[in-house]
T-cell receptor, first 115, second 111 residues
Framework: AQSVTQLGSHVSVSEGALVLLRCNYS??????LFWYVQYPNQGLQLLLK??????LVKGINGFEAEFKKSETSFHLTKPSAHMSDAAEYFC?????????????FGTGTRLLVSP | EPEVTQTPSHQVTQMGQEVILRCVPI?????FYWYRQILGQKVEFLVS????????KSEIFDDQFSVERPDGSNFTLKIRSTKLEDSAMYFC?????????FGQGTRLTVV
């Protein structure tokens, strides 16, 4: 079955510290991988995506993620956290390139940033 | 920039009542989705829609749920007889290629 695992429902960092949010997926076919951010009482905003090509992808707000096929991982990082990064982050996967394939979401990780 | 719009942003309804949640996808997109997020929980897939028919649905999407694209622009989710456990944020999404664009959601509260 298609699945996405996000380790840690909550991650706390200090402002200026490294942010690392973990995502692992299960797949027998090449995945398309996404990170979405959800601010309180808002919708889902795409941070970045991996489809093909370079395995290190850069997104908005200074975030980046690296696709590691051998580890079936797509961890999200940011070198220096900002207070405004506090939000819920969801890793998601589309399997294959069939048009109607759905996004499968992880359970989400809430990022808390302290001064 | 094109966006997916959802109305209403918040709907309160009594248990047993019918509700219709509305979405206007991005105009040239071909694939449409509804997702649900119960407060504090994960985003769950409900249904996908392509070429005017359901392409996939989850076990959540039972006979109480239906989707329509009545006029080629709107995409609606109907819940025939709401239950307390239907209270959630409902997100519509549309997709052309790999990226799905989400609306801001409709918060449904069943009392």
């Amino acid at each position: 079955a298609q699945s996405v695992t996000q380790l840690g429902s909550h991650v706390s960092v200090s402002e200026g510290a490294l942010v690392l949010l973990r995502c692992n997926y299960s797949s027998s076919v090449p995945p398309y991988l996404f990170w979405y951010v959800q601010y309180p009482n808002q919708g889902l905003q795409l941070l970045l995506k991996y489809t093909t090509g370079a395995t290190l992808v850069k997104g908005i707000n200074g975030f980046e993620a690296e696709f590691k096929k051998s580890e079936t991982s797509f961890h999200l990082t940011k070198p220096s956290a900002h207070m405004s990064d506090a939000a819920e982050y969801f890793c998601a996967v589309i399997y294959g390139n069939t048009g109607f394939q759905k996004l499968v979401f992880g359970t989400g990780t809430r990022l808390l940033v302290s001064p | 920039e094109p966006e997916v719009t959802q109305t209403p942003s918040h709907q309160v309804t009594q248990m047993g009542q019918e509700v219709i949640l509305r979405c206007v996808p991005i105009s040239n997109h071909l694939y449409f989705y509804w997702y649900r997020q119960i407060l504090g929980q994960k985003v769950e897939f409900l249904v996908s829609f392509y070429n005017n028919e359901i392409s996939e649905k989850s076990e959540i999407f039972d006979d109480q749920f239906s989707v329509e694209r009545p006029d080629g622009s709107n995409f609606t989710l109907k819940i025939r007889s709401t239950k307390l456990e239907d209270s959630a944020m409902y997100f519509c999404a549309s997709r052309m290629a790999t990226e799905a664009f989400f609306g801001q959601g409709t918060r449904l509260t069943v009392v």
